[in-house]
Protein backbone atom coordinates (compact mmCIF):
# COMPACT_ATOMS: atom_id res chain seq x y z
CA UNK A 1 0.00 0.00 0.00
CA UNK A 2 2.09 2.92 -0.85
CA UNK A 3 0.55 6.54 -0.92
CA UNK A 4 2.37 9.90 -1.95
CA UNK A 5 0.98 13.41 -0.66
CA UNK A 6 1.72 16.25 1.56
CA UNK A 7 1.15 17.60 4.63
CA UNK A 8 2.68 20.31 6.62
CA UNK A 9 2.45 20.90 10.59
CA UNK A 10 3.59 24.66 11.87
CA UNK A 11 5.49 24.30 15.25
CA UNK A 12 7.11 26.94 17.01
CA UNK A 13 10.04 26.43 18.89
CA UNK A 14 13.46 28.92 19.60
CA UNK A 15 13.07 29.26 15.85
CA UNK A 16 9.78 28.80 13.48
CA UNK A 17 10.01 25.60 12.89
CA UNK A 18 8.03 23.11 10.20
CA UNK A 19 7.55 19.34 9.65
CA UNK A 20 6.22 18.07 6.09
CA UNK A 21 5.10 14.44 5.73
CA UNK A 22 5.36 12.57 2.55
CA UNK A 23 2.61 9.41 2.50
CA UNK A 24 3.20 6.68 0.69
CA UNK A 25 1.14 6.60 -2.83
CA UNK A 26 -2.07 4.98 -2.89
CA UNK A 27 -5.19 4.75 -4.58
CA UNK A 28 -8.55 4.36 -2.80
CA UNK A 29 -10.93 1.91 -4.46
CA UNK A 30 -13.38 3.92 -6.92
CA UNK A 31 -16.42 5.26 -4.96
CA UNK A 32 -19.98 5.27 -6.22
CA UNK A 33 -21.91 8.20 -6.38
CA UNK A 34 -24.11 7.41 -2.94
CA UNK A 35 -21.28 5.66 -1.21
CA UNK A 36 -20.93 7.74 2.08
CA UNK A 37 -17.52 6.24 2.93
CA UNK A 38 -15.08 8.60 1.43
CA UNK A 39 -11.79 10.57 3.32
CA UNK A 40 -12.90 13.02 5.49
CA UNK A 41 -15.55 10.10 6.78
CA UNK A 42 -12.80 8.35 7.78
CA UNK A 43 -11.00 10.88 9.17
CA UNK A 44 -13.52 12.37 11.06
CA UNK A 45 -14.45 9.07 12.23
CA UNK A 46 -10.92 8.02 14.01
CA UNK A 47 -10.25 7.81 17.71
CA UNK A 48 -7.20 7.40 18.30
CA UNK A 49 -7.22 5.78 21.85
CA UNK A 50 -3.45 5.25 22.50
CA UNK A 51 -0.44 7.26 20.78
CA UNK A 52 3.31 5.88 21.20
CA UNK A 53 4.52 6.86 24.11
CA UNK A 54 7.72 7.23 22.25
CA UNK A 55 8.91 9.85 19.55
CA UNK A 56 9.56 8.73 15.62
CA UNK A 57 13.67 8.07 16.32
CA UNK A 58 15.91 11.19 15.23
CA UNK A 59 18.61 9.38 13.21
CA UNK A 60 16.78 6.07 12.08
CA UNK A 61 14.04 4.20 11.51
CA UNK A 62 11.02 3.72 13.28
CA UNK A 63 8.82 1.14 13.72
CA UNK A 64 5.41 1.91 15.12
CA UNK A 65 2.72 -1.17 15.66
CA UNK A 66 -0.82 -0.45 15.09
CA UNK A 67 -3.70 -1.89 16.73
CA UNK A 68 -6.99 -0.45 14.22
CA UNK A 69 -10.50 -1.38 15.59
CA UNK A 70 -13.55 -1.27 13.61
CA UNK A 71 -17.18 -2.19 14.14
CA UNK A 72 -18.76 -4.30 10.93
CA UNK A 73 -21.61 -2.13 9.64
CA UNK A 74 -24.09 -4.29 8.89
CA UNK A 75 -23.25 -6.60 11.37
CA UNK A 76 -24.75 -6.37 15.45
CA UNK A 77 -21.76 -6.65 17.60
CA UNK A 78 -18.89 -7.42 14.94
CA UNK A 79 -15.66 -6.02 15.77
CA UNK A 80 -13.05 -6.24 13.14
CA UNK A 81 -9.12 -5.91 14.37
CA UNK A 82 -6.32 -5.61 12.21
CA UNK A 83 -2.81 -5.50 13.53
CA UNK A 84 0.39 -4.48 11.56
CA UNK A 85 3.59 -2.02 11.65
CA UNK A 86 4.70 0.91 9.39
CA UNK A 87 8.07 1.73 9.44
CA UNK A 88 8.66 5.35 9.83
CA UNK A 89 11.70 6.53 7.77
CA UNK A 90 14.30 8.65 9.60
CA UNK A 91 13.16 12.23 9.48
CA UNK A 92 14.96 13.95 6.37
CA UNK A 93 16.16 17.86 6.52
CA UNK A 94 15.23 19.93 3.35
CA UNK A 95 15.86 23.44 2.42
CA UNK A 96 13.42 26.09 2.78
CA UNK A 97 13.88 26.36 -0.89
CA UNK A 98 12.69 22.73 -1.78
CA UNK A 99 10.54 22.78 0.46
CA UNK A 100 8.18 26.25 -0.60
CA UNK A 101 8.85 24.63 -4.35
CA UNK A 102 6.54 21.91 -3.41
CA UNK A 103 3.36 25.16 -2.66
CA UNK A 104 3.75 26.12 -6.51
CA UNK A 105 1.59 22.50 -7.30
CA UNK A 106 -2.15 23.67 -7.13
CA UNK A 107 -1.95 27.36 -5.05
CA UNK A 108 -1.56 30.70 -6.30
CA UNK A 109 -0.65 34.20 -5.40
CA UNK A 110 -0.97 34.00 -1.78
CA UNK A 111 1.78 30.82 -1.93
CA UNK A 112 4.00 32.86 -3.82
CA UNK A 113 4.25 35.28 -1.30
CA UNK A 114 4.74 32.65 1.60
CA UNK A 115 7.32 31.03 -0.98
CA UNK A 116 9.16 34.40 -0.89
CA UNK A 117 9.07 35.36 3.58
CA UNK A 118 11.02 31.61 3.28
CA UNK A 119 13.53 32.73 1.36
CA UNK A 120 14.01 36.38 2.97
CA UNK A 121 13.61 34.20 6.81
CA UNK A 122 15.30 30.92 5.92
CA UNK A 123 17.97 31.21 8.54
CA UNK A 124 15.05 31.04 10.94
CA UNK A 125 13.36 28.05 9.38
CA UNK A 126 14.35 23.66 10.44
CA UNK A 127 12.34 21.46 7.95
CA UNK A 128 11.86 18.29 8.17
CA UNK A 129 10.09 15.95 5.92
CA UNK A 130 8.71 12.35 7.08
CA UNK A 131 7.57 9.18 5.45
CA UNK A 132 5.98 5.87 6.22
CA UNK A 133 5.34 2.61 4.37
CA UNK A 134 3.09 -0.29 5.73
CA UNK A 135 4.82 -3.97 6.15
CA UNK A 136 2.74 -6.07 4.79
CA UNK A 137 4.59 -9.05 6.20
CA UNK A 138 3.42 -8.42 9.32
CA UNK A 139 -0.24 -8.09 9.04
CA UNK A 140 -3.35 -9.34 10.27
CA UNK A 141 -7.40 -9.64 10.77
CA UNK A 142 -9.44 -11.28 12.17
CA UNK A 143 -13.33 -10.39 13.76
CA UNK A 144 -14.72 -11.01 16.78
CA UNK A 145 -18.10 -11.11 18.17
CA UNK A 146 -18.03 -8.81 21.37
CA UNK A 147 -19.39 -5.32 22.36
CA UNK A 148 -16.56 -2.62 20.83
CA UNK A 149 -16.05 -0.97 24.06
CA UNK A 150 -15.08 -4.86 25.16
CA UNK A 151 -12.47 -5.09 22.67
CA UNK A 152 -11.10 -1.63 23.16
CA UNK A 153 -10.35 -2.50 26.22
CA UNK A 154 -9.16 -5.93 26.20
CA UNK A 155 -6.40 -4.67 23.86
CA UNK A 156 -5.97 -1.81 25.96
CA UNK A 157 -4.93 -3.77 28.80
CA UNK A 158 -2.74 -6.47 26.58
CA UNK A 159 0.64 -6.89 28.82
CA UNK A 160 2.08 -6.72 25.22
CA UNK A 161 0.86 -3.28 23.96
CA UNK A 162 0.94 -1.53 27.76
CA UNK A 163 4.96 -2.64 27.52
CA UNK A 164 5.58 -1.48 23.86
CA UNK A 165 6.73 2.76 23.71
CA UNK A 166 5.85 2.36 20.11
CA UNK A 167 2.36 0.33 19.78
CA UNK A 168 -0.91 2.81 19.38
CA UNK A 169 -4.68 1.71 19.26
CA UNK A 170 -7.07 3.24 16.65
CA UNK A 171 -11.07 3.30 16.26
CA UNK A 172 -11.73 3.65 12.98
CA UNK A 173 -13.88 3.14 9.81
CA UNK A 174 -14.21 -0.26 8.18
CA UNK A 175 -13.43 1.61 4.85
CA UNK A 176 -11.41 3.42 3.80
CA UNK A 177 -9.29 1.72 6.63
CA UNK A 178 -6.12 2.76 5.72
CA UNK A 179 -6.98 6.68 5.91
CA UNK A 180 -6.83 6.35 9.95
CA UNK A 181 -3.46 5.79 9.43
CA UNK A 182 -2.96 8.69 7.98
CA UNK A 183 -4.39 10.59 10.91
CA UNK A 184 -2.46 8.57 13.49
CA UNK A 185 1.13 9.28 11.61
CA UNK A 186 0.36 13.13 11.34
CA UNK A 187 -0.62 12.76 14.94
CA UNK A 188 2.67 11.27 15.51
CA UNK A 189 4.60 13.57 13.84
CA UNK A 190 3.36 16.45 15.73
CA UNK A 191 4.14 15.30 18.99
CA UNK A 192 7.86 14.18 17.69
CA UNK A 193 8.89 16.89 15.12
CA UNK A 194 9.62 19.18 18.46
CA UNK A 195 12.43 16.57 19.63
CA UNK A 196 13.68 15.55 16.53
CA UNK A 197 14.46 19.55 15.53
CA UNK A 198 16.23 19.79 19.22
CA UNK A 199 18.31 16.31 18.72
CA UNK A 200 19.47 17.73 15.15
CA UNK A 201 20.28 21.20 16.40
CA UNK A 202 22.34 20.01 19.34
CA UNK A 203 24.64 18.06 16.92
CA UNK A 204 24.60 21.14 14.53
CA UNK A 205 22.63 19.34 11.78
CA UNK A 206 20.93 22.34 10.67
CA UNK A 207 24.38 24.37 10.85
CA UNK A 208 25.11 25.43 7.33
CA UNK A 209 27.43 25.80 4.20
CA UNK A 210 27.61 28.18 1.91
CA UNK A 211 23.89 28.98 2.66
CA UNK A 212 22.87 25.11 2.64
CA UNK A 213 22.18 22.72 5.92
CA UNK A 214 25.64 21.32 6.36
CA UNK A 215 23.78 17.83 5.82
CA UNK A 216 22.33 18.12 2.30
CA UNK A 217 25.89 19.99 1.34
CA UNK A 218 28.01 16.76 2.60
CA UNK A 219 25.36 14.83 0.72
CA UNK A 220 25.59 16.76 -2.66
CA UNK A 221 29.44 16.85 -2.29
CA UNK A 222 29.89 13.07 -1.79
CA UNK A 223 27.19 12.48 -5.36
CA UNK A 224 29.50 15.01 -7.16
CA UNK A 225 32.42 12.76 -5.84
CA UNK A 226 30.98 9.04 -7.19
CA UNK A 227 29.72 10.92 -10.24
CA UNK A 228 33.06 12.22 -10.91
CA UNK A 229 34.42 8.61 -11.04
CA UNK A 230 31.33 7.32 -12.68
CA UNK A 231 29.65 9.19 -15.13
CA UNK A 232 26.18 6.40 -14.70
CA UNK A 233 26.06 8.88 -11.68
CA UNK A 234 25.19 12.25 -13.42
CA UNK A 235 21.94 11.77 -13.87
CA UNK A 236 21.57 10.58 -9.92
CA UNK A 237 23.53 13.40 -9.39
CA UNK A 238 21.13 15.50 -11.13
CA UNK A 239 18.13 14.25 -9.28
CA UNK A 240 19.45 14.99 -6.42
CA UNK A 241 20.36 18.59 -6.83
CA UNK A 242 16.73 18.94 -8.16
CA UNK A 243 15.45 17.71 -5.08
CA UNK A 244 17.21 20.27 -3.12
CA UNK A 245 15.86 22.65 -5.25
CA UNK A 246 19.91 23.55 -5.58
CA UNK A 247 20.64 22.54 -9.55
CA UNK A 248 21.04 26.29 -9.72
CA UNK A 249 23.61 26.93 -7.20
CA UNK A 250 25.74 24.14 -8.25
CA UNK A 251 24.42 24.21 -12.76
CA UNK A 252 28.28 25.70 -13.80
CA UNK A 253 30.01 22.91 -11.77
CA UNK A 254 27.07 20.47 -12.84
CA UNK A 255 27.70 21.15 -16.49
CA UNK A 256 31.69 21.35 -16.15
CA UNK A 257 31.77 18.00 -14.80
CA UNK A 258 29.51 16.91 -17.33
CA UNK A 259 31.36 18.06 -20.04
CA UNK A 260 34.44 16.42 -18.69
CA UNK A 261 33.11 12.90 -18.46
CA UNK A 262 32.27 13.23 -22.49
Avoid at 226 to 255: G, M, V, W
Amino acid sequence: MDTRGHFHIGMTFSHLSLATCRLPAYTLPPMKEKDPFDFWYAVNNTEIVQAPSQHLETFGNTTLNYYHISEMMDSVNQVHIREGRMQANKPQIITPEAYSQTLLEGFGEESQKYIEWLKENNQDIKILQYGYKLKQESFSEHTVTDKLDTVIERIKNDKKITDDPLSAIIIGVDKPWDVCLVKLFWQIIQTSAGPNIQELSHQGLFSKKDGIPINIYKEIEDTFLAASKNSELINPLANTLQQHNLFKHYEDRFFALVKASK
